[in-house]
């Protein structure tokens, strides 16, 4: 582990804590853990449980268990503590022998409506991070309830932001709160950079295949790609386009665009490497090319390809495919379920933590306004 160097000459490791609900943890959770990390040397995050989510802001998606592992999923985290306390104290800090706190810039509040972080905002142990613009949990929820496909379409309109449908579920760029209403993701070369580790496999490495769509990246996911990665050292995670996924997956499918599961799936600790936009077969020129030694699937059906071919028919040919079972049952279509069948709840969730949001900003406002009308008093 580094070491930082301190004003007594002393060195000692800067131990940086995170906390949150980390439902449904997307690549922005990721980005801010990443940037968190950059701040010191060692990362822990804390976890809230699901009663205190319920009590403060409404049901989460996921039970407790399920985002304490994909937590521990994210690369940069080092270590995790289950049931977090929801307000961040002092007493947590020292209990961890934490420097500071880190969040992002948007405000967390409890169910009275105090600002979580205000204890170590006093103590001057809390340092901030950009937030992620244009993914939240609360988007991704309405993607599901509307059931729009705007988040990926193709063409002269791939970067347009939905604006006919305002709804409370942050559907659009005129969505009222800043922090739960969608704006619009710019992915960027700098982006892909930031969340990849950037190193080739060794010449001795056994190099791993698996692709598919990946999306709103789940422990499923996570456990496949755990054991997928036993099977080697360097693993390749082929990521299909949005309209391929969506000719296998119908409906709305994929719920996040081709962007959105790329950075997703590299801030997984068990990716080496994706390929953005892979072809659905995999073809000899496909695994010459990355070198492949093997190529896993799960257990999840495979539709065939647009000419009625295994996409798989080449590995399989030359003794170089195998199925592994992750042991987990989940899949993108039962967390859909789930948002669906406690819709009333999750909307509910929504508008509440929207007006509390728009509390937040006018108190902002009105603090802002009256700090820049005492300092025009003092200057007359």
């Not at 309405?142 to 791939?158: P, V």
């Not at 990521?239 to 119908?250: A, C, I, Q, S, W």
């Not at 929504?350 to 009308?373: A, C, G, P, Q, T």
């Amino acid at each position: 582990m580094p070491e930082s160097k301190l004003q007594n000459g002393r060195t000692k490791a800067v131990r940086v804590w995170c906390d949150g609900c980390y439902d449904m943890v997307h690549f922005g959770h990721a980005n801010s853990l990443r940037q968190a990390k950059a701040l010191g040397d060692y990362l822990i995050v804390g976890v809230h449980t699901d009663e205190e989510i319920t009590k403060h802001k409404g049901p989460p998606v996921f039970t407790q268990e399920e985002r304490y592992k994909m937590v521990r999923g994210i690369k940069w985290v080092d270590e995790v503590v289950e049931g977090a306390p929801y307000v961040t104290t002092l007493e947590t800090l020292d209990k961890y022998d934490c420097d500071f706190c880190c969040h992002g810039d948007d405000i967390t509040m409890t169910a009275d409506g105090v600002d979580t972080y205000h204890m170590v905002k006093t103590a001057g142990r809390y340092r901030e991070v950009q937030r992620t613009a244009g993914v939240s949990t609360t988007d991704l929820v309405g993607r599901m309830l509307l059931l729009t496909r705007n988040h990926f379409r193709q063409g002269e309109h791939e970067y347009d932001v939905e604006k006919e449908h305002s709804s409370t579920m942050g559907q659009d760029s005129l969505a009222r709160s800043p922090w739960t209403g969608c704006s619009q993701f710019l992915p960027t070369t700098q982006k892909i950079i930031q969340f990849s580790d950037g190193k080739p496999p060794k010449p001795s490495d056994r190099v791993i295949y698996v692709a598919g769509a990946f999306d709103l990246f789940h422990v499923g996911h996570l456990d496949f790609l755990e054991k997928a990665k036993e099977c080697g050292d360097y693993l390749i995670v082929g990521l299909h386009t949005d309209p391929v996924v969506n000719r296998y997956k119908g409906s709305n499918y994929p719920i996040m665009n081709l962007h959105e599961r790329v950075l997703s799936v590299l801030a997984c600790k068990y990716v080496s490497e994706v390929v953005i936009g892979a072809p659905y077969t995999v073809t000899k020129d496909l695994m010459d090319h990355f070198k492949v030694d093997i190529v896993i699937h799960g257990t999840t059906p495979v539709m065939n390809d647009v000419d009625g071919r295994d996409p798989f028919a080449y590995p399989k040919q030359i003794k170089k495919f195998i199925t592994v079972e992750s042991g987990n049952d989940m899949t993108t279509e039962k967390i859909v379920d789930r948002i669906i069948r406690n819709r009333l709840e999750f909307e509910a969730r929504n508008v509440k933590k929207e007006k509390k949001e728009l509390e937040v900003i006018k108190f902002l406002e009105k603090d802002k306004l009256k700090e820049s009308s005492f300092k025009i008093s003092a200057r007359l």
